[in-house]
């Protein structure tokens, strides 16, 4: 008896080491397959478009045009509260664009 319960542990130790280190291939081939994927991409992505990352930046409005949408937001929010009249909120929002 004590010489099957040896082996069923042997057995279960080899087992257990297979399978952590086909798992840790398994892992490591995903990462290579995706890396491949993403360089096959970036090789096939037209040449006269532009990275994600000059792109964001070019959606971005300057800083003068951002702080007037800020303001505007404002004006909005204050008129639908009921702080500002329909005239009142007209002629602010002619201040901010004009």
Known sequence: MPGLLRGVARTAVIAGTATAVSNRVSRR???R?????QD???????????????????????DDMSNRLAQLKELGELKAQGVLTDEEFQQQKQRILG
């Open 40 to 62: 096959q991409y970036a090789d096939e992505a037209p040449a006269d478009e532009a990275p994600a990352d000059e792109v964001e930046a070019q959606d971005e409005p300057p």
């Open 33 to 37: 397959w995706g890396q491949q994927d």
């Open 29 to 31: 081939q995903a990462r």
